[in-house]
């Protein structure tokens, strides 16, 4: 049975002057307008499959299109707002026909020419629309879902005082803490993070730092990269300012530090009084 919200292969079951109806196993054939037919009629036959999005039509039947929606039913996205009306606003989503986020649906108030985050659902009458109140669909305690220092994919939805709220994996909502931030990020930002160990509430936070290990190797390697394109000289030493550390490297001054000693160890660097250099061969 065809899924409103989503994209499928249908057949293609009758011609008409004005498209080709497909077989969605409803009470009723869905047209597929004839703008949206591929070039070559021989990719439209009766009996072909065709790829399509379906959604409803403002008259609340079944309608197709080729085109590819920003976002489906039961995923986020950050859309931007192209007009706001007595109804709601009006996301750009990739159609010609724009998705409404109804007022009740908006977490703060949605103007035109800014971008938000937001989760797609399917209304009480089966239309699609979107809401920015995504705690209402995505979980945000861990229930086991996750383990410590697994890596998910993040999509940054929201800014507070503690930092940013990010949706993980698609399906729950987290927190990267202003202490965690190595990078800047902007709304909408779709990037790779890992699991914190669990909050007592069951709250999930996330770092953007890989795991030590994992992390200082790397972090010893951009050093001596550092190293050499710069004469073997590099002023920021392990009693250097965090931020001017975090601007370089992305990182940590503690990660930072640790990064040295393994450097100093493996007698790859020696330190000066002003900063560190490479170790001569």
Same mark, same amino acid.
């Given at each position: 049975?065809?899924?409103?919200?989503?994209?499928?292969?249908?057949?293609?079951?009758?011609?008409?002057?004005?498209?080709?109806?497909?077989?969605?196993?409803?009470?009723?054939?869905?047209?597929?307008?004839?703008?949206?037919?591929?070039?070559?009629?021989?990719?439209? !036959?009766? *009996?072909?499959?065709?790829? /399509? &999005?379906? %959604? +409803? =039509?403002?008259?609340? #039947?079944?309608? @197709? $299109?080729?085109?590819?929606?920003?976002?489906?039913?039961?995923?986020?996205?950050?859309?931007?707002?192209?007009?706001?009306?007595?109804?709601?606003?009006?996301?750009?989503?990739?159609?010609?026909?724009?998705?409404?986020?109804?007022?009740?649906?908006?977490?703060?108030?949605? !103007?035109? *020419?800014?971008?938000?985050? /937001? &989760?797609? %659902? +399917? =209304?009480?009458?089966? #239309?699609?629309? @979107? $809401?920015?109140?995504?705690?209402?669909?995505?979980?945000?305690?861990?229930?086991?879902?996750?383990?410590?220092?697994?890596?998910?994919?993040?999509?940054?939805?929201?800014?507070?005082?503690?930092?940013?709220?990010?949706?993980?994996?698609?399906?729950?909502?987290?927190?990267?803490?202003?202490?965690?931030?190595?990078?800047?990020?902007?709304?909408? =930002?779709?990037?790779?993070?890992?699991?914190?160990?669990?909050?007592?509430?069951?709250?999930?936070?996330?770092?953007?730092?890989?795991?030590?290990?994992?992390?200082?190797?790397?972090?010893?390697?951009?050093?001596?990269?550092?190293?050499?394109?710069?004469?073997?000289?590099?002023?920021?030493?392990?009693?250097?300012?965090?931020?001017?550390?975090?601007?370089?490297?992305?990182?940590?001054?503690?990660?930072?530090?640790?990064?040295?000693?393994?450097?100093?160890?493996?007698?790859?660097?020696?330190?000066?009084?002003?900063?560190?250099?490479?170790?001569?061969?």
């Amino acid at each position: 049975m065809a899924e409103i919200g989503k994209t499928q292969s249908l057949e293609i079951v009758k011609h008409v002057d004005f498209g080709v109806y497909l077989d969605g196993d409803m009470e009723e054939e869905i047209l597929l307008p004839q703008r949206y037919l591929p070039e070559d009629p021989k990719e439209w !036959e009766v *009996g072909q499959f065709i790829d /399509v &999005f379906v %959604y +409803l =039509d403002s008259e609340d #039947r079944p309608i @197709a $299109t080729t085109e590819t929606p920003l976002a489906e039913v039961d995923e986020c996205a950050c859309l931007t707002v192209i007009n706001r009306t007595k109804f709601g606003a009006f996301l750009d989503w990739g159609l010609s026909k724009d998705l409404l986020v109804p007022f009740k649906e908006q977490r703060i108030p949605m !103007e035109p *020419g800014k971008s938000y985050v /937001v &989760f797609l %659902y +399917l =209304d009480n009458t089966g #239309r699609i629309a @979107a $809401t920015s109140r995504l705690s209402r669909h995505l979980s945000e305690l861990n229930d086991d879902e996750f383990k410590v220092r697994q890596k998910v994919d993040l999509l940054v939805a929201t800014r507070s005082d503690m930092g940013y709220k990010v949706v993980i994996n698609g399906t729950h909502l987290g927190l990267i803490h202003n202490d965690d931030v190595t990078r800047p990020l902007q709304i909408g =930002d779709r990037l790779s993070g890992f699991i914190k160990k669990p909050r007592p509430d069951g709250r999930i936070n996330i770092t953007l730092q890989r795991p030590a290990n994992e992390l200082r190797h790397e972090l010893a390697d951009q050093i001596m990269e550092y190293l050499q394109e710069n004469d073997g000289r590099c002023e920021l030493t392990d009693k250097s300012d965090p931020e001017a550390i975090r601007a370089t490297f992305q990182t940590s001054k503690s990660t930072y530090k640790k990064a040295l000693g393994k450097l100093y160890k493996d007698k790859k660097i020696i330190f000066e009084a002003d900063c560190i250099r490479l170790a001569k061969k």
